[in-house]
C-alpha cells in the first residue's frame, strides 16, 4: 500500500464533503443532519488548511493537520455498517461506502 499524498487527500475530501451535503439534505432526522453537518465541519476545517499548501506540495505524501480527524474516523466507521438507516438514496450510500474506508486510512496515516 503506498502513502497517499495531498492530492489524493483532496480528491478524496472533495468527493466526501460533497457526499456529506447530500446526506444532511436527503434526511429529515434533526439528528442525523447535526450528525452529518459536525463532521462536514471538521472535514472543511482540514480542507481549509490543506488549501494553505502551496500546488508544488500537492506531490507530498499527506499527514493529517487536524486532530480532530481522528474522532471523524472513528464516526465515519461507526456510521458505515448503518448507512443504509441514515443515507436514503442509493447514489449517496454508494458514494459513502467507497469513499468512507479510503478517507479513514487518510485520517490514521
Excluded at 439528528?31 to 472543511?44: P, T, Y
Excluded at 493529517?64 to 438514496?89: C, D, F, I, Q, T
Aim: aromatic share 12%; net charge negative; charged share 30%.
Amino acid at each position: 500500500m503506498s502513502k497517499k499524498n495531498v492530492a489524493d487527500a483532496l480528491h478524496i475530501f472533495y468527493e466526501l464533503n460533497e457526499c456529506f451535503s447530500d446526506a444532511y439534505w436527503e434526511t429529515n432526522d434533526i439528528n442525523q443532519k447535526d450528525s452529518f453537518f459536525a463532521m462536514k465541519s471538521i472535514l472543511q476545517d482540514e480542507l481549509d488548511e490543506l488549501h494553505k499548501l502551496s500546488l508544488q506540495d500537492h506531490a507530498y505524501p499527506y499527514e493529517p493537520m487536524n486532530p480532530s480527524l481522528l474522532k471523524l474516523s472513528g464516526k465515519l466507521r461507526a456510521l458505515l455498517p448503518e448507512l443504509n438507516r441514515h443515507v436514503y438514496r442509493q447514489k449517496t450510500e454508494d458514494r459513502f461506502v467507497e469513499l468512507i474506508p479510503d478517507a479513514c486510512e487518510l485520517f490514521e496515516s
